[in-house]
């Protein structure tokens, strides 16, 4: 397996630059960073102030990637290179990614690597997922996954495997599940709001016009929409939650139009935050928005009726989740960024 399709293959993970292909340790091969290396990438744009973050340190870090390391767990605190996670892992949170580190699809926003991994499931991995949080001591966890389209319902049964064997050894513990789209599969997302969850997540991502080229062609605005009005609709009382982007391009007018189109299919919670780049292959970074603009999109999100818009510039889709319900962005004061 030195070469696929005339691209080298890097024999060890370790060793593979973003955008190289590499062997997995499960035997199929997958792209560093997801998104294949560009010979002629824009440069990065220089970051504003209110968005740099501190470099992750700190003894709560330290104890938390062992305990993922220790577990073969993933994490898409890593993954996705969030700039927060120095601030939840010194909390003791995490949101443990299922399903491997290997995504079936190539958003050209997102840094999770992009592969096909044939079927291959971890299947100690919900035992795993479940000791980690009992050893974390978690009263809320968020579990997300990379996509899996080699799978024929997506993942959705190793997902209620996962919250079932949470539930067993933290009969307390409330869990988000930050889903896939499951190619739309009503059966699929049934299975995932019947195993437990207290919060059912599916991320939009951007606006309807943005949504091919930032999103992998076999996602969709439309059917993100419907897997998000089918949750409701199986489970009514079961809390939703979507997020989005900013920072691609879109317009005012077109944040309003989405905003209002997850309100129509029921969505309670909703995070705001800007899109950073992750790599030089990945799409650019249209404008930074600011602490006072996001004020004003948590606001007009309110108005709409969501029972919480957490919005900010460093804001993720699971950042501070626990704390979705207390009415005060979260904790955040963007007046303090500017």
């Known amino acids: ?33 997801g998104i294949k290396a560009r010979a002629a990438a824009a440069p ?27 577990h073969r767990l993933a ?30 699809r190539a958003c050209r926003f997102c840094s999770v690597d992009t592969g096909n991994p044939h079927g291959w499931l971890d299947p100690e991995e919900p035992e795993h997922a479940a000791r980690t949080v009992e050893l974390m001591k978690l009263a809320y966890v968020v579990l997300t996954s990379v996509d899996r389209d080699d799978l024929p319902d997506g993942g959705a049964a190793h997902y209620a495997a996962c919250v079932a064997a949470i539930k067993r050894r933290n009969p307390h513990t409330a869990v988000e599940a930050l889903t896939p789209d499951f190619q739309g599969m009503a059966a ?71 905003l209002r189109d997850l309100r129509a299919v029921g969505v309670d919670l909703l995070t705001l935050g800007q899109y950073l780049r992750p790599t030089v292959n990945h799409l650019s970074v249209e404008r930074f928005v600011t602490p006072q603009q996001f004020d004003g999109y ?25 704390q979705a319900l207390n009415r005060n962005n979260a904790g955040l004061d963007n007046s303090r960024l500017a």
């Not at 744009?45 to 993922?68: D, H, I, N, Q, Y």
């Not at 290179?81 to 290997?102: F, Y």
């Open 1 to 33: 397996m030195s070469q696929l399709k005339d691209i080298p293959v890097v024999a060890e993970a370790a060793r593979a630059r973003s955008g190289e292909k590499y062997l997995t340790p499960q035997g199929f091969t997958a792209v560093r960073d």
């Open 44 to 70: 990065a744009a220089r970051l504003p102030a209110w968005l740099r973050a501190r470099a992750p340190s700190g003894e709560g870090f330290r104890a938390v990637r062992a305990l993922v390391r220790e």
């Open 75 to 104: 994490t898409v605190c890593e993954e996705a290179k969030c700039p927060n996670i120095g601030e939840c892992w010194n909390a003791g949170t995490a949101t443990l990614m299922l399903m491997g580190a290997v995504c079936t």
């Open 188 to 258: 699929s997302v049934t299975t995932v709001v019947d195993s437990g969850i207290e919060v059912f997540a599916q991320n939009i991502e951007t606006v309807r016009r943005l949504t091919h080229p930032v999103r992998d062609p076999r996602a969709g605005y439309q059917q993100t929409l419907a897997v998000l009005a089918h949750a409701k609709q199986r489970r009514p009382a079961l809390l939703t939650k979507s997020s989005l982007m900013l920072g691609l391009g879109e317009t005012d007018a077109e944040i309003l139009t989405t």
């Open 298 to 322: 948590r606001g007009a999100a309110l108005a709409l009726g969501f029972l919480e818009c957490v919005a900010g510039p460093l804001v993720r889709s699971s950042y501070r989740a626990e």
